[in-house]
């Protein structure tokens, strides 16, 4: 099982982890996980294959679920988005005494159609010749034919490494890409997770369908949805405050229930 790297805010309170998509690292989440860390512990995740975490020979959603149970000995408030939605579910799913409570971030425990704008990505960041590299500013450019959206360029650059004169990719790139398919899919299970479920969606993005609600119900019978206006898939990067908020009430509703 890999190693995870992980970053802690908080020292009082009760746990909370927290897993990235795809792309992503746990610093993505630094911003609401400070907000949090008056009133809680707080973990943030590099998931397997994504920033100073192990890489790994395959992409398998147990594997990642199993290393994010394995990551407390207490039961945790576990959030996740997009690849880390997945997993957080998964986990819920696998290891229930170990989720107090679980929070999905613009996903859906569904497969996808497809992952072809992601293979685009990762193409394009496999297209640029690191050994000739001069900055970051020259990927930018690299990458703007490919990725025209300068938001999510910016997203991508920030697992641009320089270690001396040499450049690197964080994320395992080429396993990445051939292991797509896994990524856009679930694994089948019967389990169901009890506990209490925030799911929250992107107004202005597709992961998170009225046609995806039975598959979330028949896994997570206590779900809650809440749709966040102005936000795509990266919710928490495009309304952070509003997630905050969301998550705030969350843990107070749930810290009441069990008082």
């Keep these: ?40 512990r707080v973990t ?3 998931m397997p294959n994504h920033g ?8 398998d959603y147990v594997e990642m679920a199993d290393a994010i149970a394995d990551l407390s000995d207490e039961p945790v408030t576990l959030v996740g988005h997009s690849m880390g939605g997945k997993a957080a579910m998964l986990a819920a799913l696998r290891h229930p005494e170990k989720v107090a409570r679980l929070v999905v971030v613009d996903v859906s425990p569904v497969a996808y159609r497809s992952a072809d704008e992601f293979r685009g990505f990762i193409d394009a ?3 640029i010749d690191l050994g ?3 900055s970051r500013a020259d990927a930018d450019a690299a990458l703007s034919a490919a990725v025209p959206d300068p938001g999510i360029r910016g997203f991508l650059l920030q697992n641009l490494r320089r270690d001396g004169d040499a450049w690197a990719w964080l994320p395992n790139l080429e396993v990445l890409r051939r292991d797509l398919d896994a990524l ?8 169901v997770y009890e506990g209490p479920v925030l799911w929250i969606a992107g107004a202005d993005s597709g ?12 896994r997570f019978p206590q779900v809650r949805r809440v749709t966040v206006k102005g936000a795509g898939h990266w ?6 405050a509003v997630v905050t908020a969301l998550l705030e009430r969350f843990l107070d509703a749930e810290a009441e229930r069990g008082a």
Aim: with cysteine; charged share 25%.
């Design 1 to 40: 099982m890999s190693a995870l790297h992980t970053t802690h805010l908080g020292e009082q309170g009760s746990p909370v982890v927290f897993c990235h998509g795809l792309f992503g690292q746990g610093r993505n989440w630094t911003q609401i996980g400070k907000a949090l860390a008056d009133r809680h």
């Design 207 to 218: 992961y998170v369908r009225d046609e995806f609600r039975d598959a979330m119900e028949a």
């Design 52 to 59: 100073r975490s192990d890489w790994t020979e395959r992409i």
């Design 125 to 127: 960041m496999l297209g």
């Design 235 to 240: 919710v928490h990067s495009a309304q952070p």
């Design 132 to 134: 000739s590299l001069g």
């Design 184 to 191: 856009r899919g679930f694994p089948e299970t019967d389990a």
């Design 44 to 46: 943030l995740v590099d």
